[in-house]
């Protein structure tokens, strides 16, 4: 009964009682702070906004209510997911939060505005930016070597030399040869346009050929080509007046990415980073390959 009455056991015992009370009525009201969800005005704006830019037109009472419903149940939701612990170790919301990161960083990112001689001089290391392509114009006449076979290329020179002996391209160019799903006609075609129509080795070699003459065979991913080039159109370099706006778009556009790619190495900086040697480690019998 002394030990009772001893003023240091009622101190622990009160100490005691009020650590059980404050931790069940704290906790509870923890958990309702994370449970009390707010939607402020500014968010409600902000939903408005956005739908009214989608749609071009404001939402109805019924439509407004679905939207601050729908945003409502996202954000439970994700409060949810992540208290079960979903957002940890998923590649795709990794990956996302990462992208969001560096949007955020970009438009943060302004650069100072360039000097007339750092324009000058971004200009003149990238000129070939503001190169107008060249441009020509031609007539071809197709032969199927699905058709033909082997007698193809002998059926080409035969052609050529009958279209060599007109005096002008024929406006029917596809009469003399077999049919075709393009045209048969292109005027001022750039290098990349025809790329994007007969590939590579067939565009490249048409813009070395000689104007106002018959060329061929010429081959593409379809077969064989006959071709008249009418024009050629080289283009002159151009001069830092013409092109400055564009140059100041892109120079903007470069620094603001450097800028970005310094403030993610500084992120990274700041890490202590180990990386094990892969090949010291032993592999599972899933990732063993079979010898033979």
């Known amino acids: 009964m002394k030990f009772f009455r001893e003023p240091l056991v009622h101190f ?10 404050y931790g069940f009525w704290g906790q509870k009201d923890a958990e309702e702070q994370e449970r009390a969800i707010t939607i402020t005005a500014g968010e409600i704006n902000w939903l408005t906004d956005t739908w009214q830019k989608r749609w071009n037109r404001p939402p109805t009472p019924e439509e407004r209510a679905g939207i601050i419903d729908q945003y409502l149940r996202e954000v439970i939701l994700y409060r949810e997911a992540v208290a079960m612990g979903l957002d940890k170790d998923d590649t795709v919301i990794r990956r996302r939060l990462a992208q969001k990161l ?13 000097s007339e001689d750092e324009l000058q001089s971004y200009f003149e290391g990238h000129v070939e930016r503001y ?52 045209q048969s006609y292109y005027p001022e075609r750039s290098e ?7 590939g590579s080795g067939f565009a490249h070699s048409v813009f070395e050929l000689a104007p106002q003459q018959w060329h061929g065979p010429v081959l593409s991913g379809y077969g064989t080509h006959l071709v008249y080039v009418h024009d050629h ?20 556009s470069d620094k603001r ?18 990386i094990e040697d892969a090949s010291s480690v032993e592999k599972t019998d ?6 033979p």
């Open 12 to 21: 622990l015992a009160i100490g005691a009682a009020i650590f059980v009370i």
């Open 102 to 114: 560096e949007f955020l960083s970009q438009d943060l990112m302004t650069p100072q505005p360039p």
């Open 131 to 182: 190169q107008a392509p060249e441009l020509i114009t031609m007539t071809h006449v197709f032969l199927d070597p699905d058709k033909r076979g082997d007698q193809t290329l002998k059926d080409a020179e035969t052609v050529k030399v009958k279209l060599q002996a007109l005096k002008e391209p024929p406006q029917d160019a596809q009469a003399y040869g077999d049919p075709f799903m393009l």
């Open 192 to 198: 990349a346009e025809l790329l994007k129509l007969f």
């Open 233 to 252: 159109q080289k283009t002159e370099p151009p001069t830092f007046a013409e092109v400055e706006a564009q140059v100041r778009q892109d120079w903007e």
């Open 257 to 274: 990415e450097k800028l970005n790619e310094q403030f993610v190495d500084s992120i990274i900086a700041r890490y202590d980073v180990t």
């Open 286 to 291: 899933a990732f063993k390959k079979e010898t």
